[in-house]
């Protein structure tokens, strides 16, 4: 299977949380249907990325990355490359190239959402993940970043943007109720 036809797979039977996330990820549909190279960095009407909030085992911080070229504090994320299987594995990909940390594990349940943002390369349509780091893990700071800093949650809304406070509420919301534990369930 293609990393496009996973992409569809994917979204097709990703139970969006609200109305304006099923707009969003029948929107990302519809441009992949549109755009056959709607996966990669060369589709310049937008293209599909893979991010992943890194949330410490506690379930108590999240690691966020100032990005080099945008300076702003984000998740870790980025483009699709060649060999990629799935979304997840593209999210997963980039939160350990960007945080130096080996061994994050993705939440289960597929994406925690979806955000369409404009960047300098073009729109990106966002698939967003949340990932827990092993016991003892140490960021390190990549060529992609300035700075990698774990936040409380209450930091949060103060560094990042409207998105990332969004993401780091869905993920808090499936950790609550999944249960105490960010392991549980």
């Given at each position: 299977?293609?990393?496009?036809?996973?992409?569809?797979?994917?979204?097709?039977?990703?139970?969006?949380?609200?109305?304006?996330?099923?707009?969003?990820?029948?929107?990302?549909?519809?441009?992949?249907?549109?755009?056959?190279?709607?996966?990669?960095?060369?589709?310049?009407?937008?293209?599909?990325?893979?991010?992943?909030?890194?949330?410490?085992?506690?379930?108590?911080?999240?690691?966020?990355?100032?990005?080099?070229?945008?300076?702003?504090?984000?998740?870790?994320?980025?483009?699709?490359?060649?060999?990629?299987?799935?979304?997840?594995?593209?999210?997963?990909?980039?939160?350990?190239?960007?945080s130096g940390i080996a061994g994050l594990r993705l939440l289960e349940g597929g994406p925690v959402?979806?955000?369409?943002?404009?960047?300098?390369?073009?729109?990106?349509?966002?698939?967003?993940?949340?990932?827990?780091?092993?016991?003892?893990?140490?960021?390190?700071?990549?060529?992609?970043?300035?700075?990698?800093?774990?936040?409380?949650?209450?930091?949060?809304?103060?560094?990042?943007?409207a998105s990332v406070v969004a993401l780091v509420e869905a993920t808090r919301e499936l950790l609550?109720?999944?249960?105490?534990?960010?392991?549980?369930?």
């Open positions: 299977m293609s990393l496009a036809e996973e992409a569809r797979r994917t979204l097709t039977d990703w139970s969006a949380p609200d109305p304006v996330q099923d707009d969003l990820r029948r929107a990302y549909l519809d441009h992949l249907e549109r755009h056959p190279d709607g996966m990669w960095r060369r589709c310049a009407s937008g293209h599909l990325t893979g991010s992943a909030l890194v949330v410490d085992p506690a379930g108590e911080r999240v690691l966020l990355t100032l990005h080099r070229k945008l300076g702003m504090w984000l998740q870790m994320g980025g483009h699709c490359e060649e060999g990629d299987r799935d979304l997840a594995g593209v999210a997963l990909r980039e939160a350990e190239e960007e959402r979806l955000d369409r943002h404009d960047t300098p390369c073009a729109w990106h349509l966002d698939v967003q993940y949340a990932a827990l780091a092993p016991a003892g893990a140490t960021p390190t700071i990549s060529e992609e970043s300035r700075d990698l800093r774990w936040f409380g949650y209450p930091e949060v809304a103060s560094v990042a943007d609550d109720r999944r249960g105490a534990s960010p392991t549980a369930g």
